[in-house]
């Protein structure tokens, strides 16, 4: 069964930066996309960064958060990163990863259990 655990989460203040990670098992990761979501207090879901997959020389972004985030990956190491810089308080939320057939169009197939962000101004 395949996994998705996050990490590096936690409570920094404005301006700081945080990299998350997501560790994939039980799946062929390389030939998976991964993704990052978001999910702010008493908001739904949205949607933070993606990459294809093989190199990963395709990444989306929000516009909002382009510029500041950044998604990549280690299919050596199964693992999806997002760097945070220029952190604001309202990048406040539970962050999830997940991962999905290379399929456009395709609804992502696994998720993580999140890790909290917390951005004091």
């Known amino acids: 069964q395949a996994q998705l655990v996050e990490s590096g989460g936690g409570f920094v203040q404005a301006g700081d930066s945080l990299r998350l990670s997501c560790v994939a098992s039980g799946l062929p990761f390389s030939s998976y996309a991964m993704a990052w979501f978001r999910q702010p207090p008493g908001k739904g879901r949205e949607f933070v960064a993606a990459i294809r997959s093989g190199s990963g020389t395709d990444t989306y972004y929000t516009r909002r958060r382009e510029g500041r985030f950044i998604i990549s990956r280690d299919n050596a190491k199964n693992t999806v990163y997002l760097q945070m810089n220029s952190l604001m308080p309202e990048d406040t939320a539970v962050y999830f990863c997940?991962?999905?057939?290379?399929?456009?169009?395709?609804?992502?197939?696994?998720w993580g259990q999140g890790t909290q962000v917390t951005v004091s101004s």
């Open positions: 997940a991962a999905k057939l290379d399929v456009i169009g395709r609804e992502y197939d696994y």
